[in-house]
């Protein structure tokens, strides 16, 4: 149950836009420009744009999902609230704290491992391949040659799988709220 004055349109507006912005951005960053810029661009002009591009998506998605769920708990108050209203505040809260673990920490170590590996890729004359599967031999070498470099590839790895699996939390967390967003278009 809401709050005993409705939000205004302003208000209702300003929740939907949020909601929006950071489905749209999650989507386009996720399952397009991703896939056209690794297609097109080589390895290290790719990772340059992603290492500038990514931050502020992940900075921005973090701000929207904060908003949400403040606008959201504002006029939602924990003692009016009903099973789903309190359910789509945890939502809006997982959403939010995702979203920020991604930006602050996980996001930021994606980007600072590639940028050590492409120095040391810098050095054995690659990198200027379009995307990795047209050089993977010479890639997989420089892992069985090089220590740091195989260990910056694992961490990397990993930093990446946690990556897109916080961004996919919040597309699954977003997914949700634009449905009860669209159940609910009168009450927000």
Same mark, same amino acid.
């Given at each position: 149950m809401a709050t005993d004055h409705e939000p205004t349109f302003t208000v209702k507006l300003l929740q939907l836009l949020l909601l929006s912005t950071y489905w749209g951005m999650q989507i386009w960053v996720t399952f397009v420009s991703s896939f056209v810029m690794d297609s097109y661009l080589s390895r290290h002009t790719y990772g340059f744009i992603?290492?500038?591009?990514?931050? *502020? *998506?992940l900075h921005l998605g973090s701000a929207c999902a904060f908003f949400n769920l403040t606008i959201y708990a504002v006029y939602h108050p924990s003692d009016l609230l009903n099973e789903r209203e309190a359910f789509q505040i945890f939502i809006f809260f997982v959403s939010v704290m995702v979203a920020a673990v991604n930006a602050q920490w996980f996001g930021q170590m994606t980007s600072d491992i590639m940028a050590d590996m492409h120095l040391i890729e810098q050095a054995c004359g690659l990198g200027q391949d379009i995307g990795l599967s047209s050089n993977r031999e010479a890639y997989a070498k420089?892992? $069985?040659? $090089?220590a740091k470099y195989r260990h910056l590839s694992s961490r990397l790895w990993l930093y990446q799988l946690l990556c897109s699996l916080c961004n996919l939390c919040c597309i699954g967390c977003n997914f949700y709220s634009l449905c009860y967003m669209a159940e609910n278009l009168i009450t927000l």
């Open positions: 992603q290492s500038r591009l990514v931050p *502020y *998506y420089l892992c $069985d040659t $090089d």
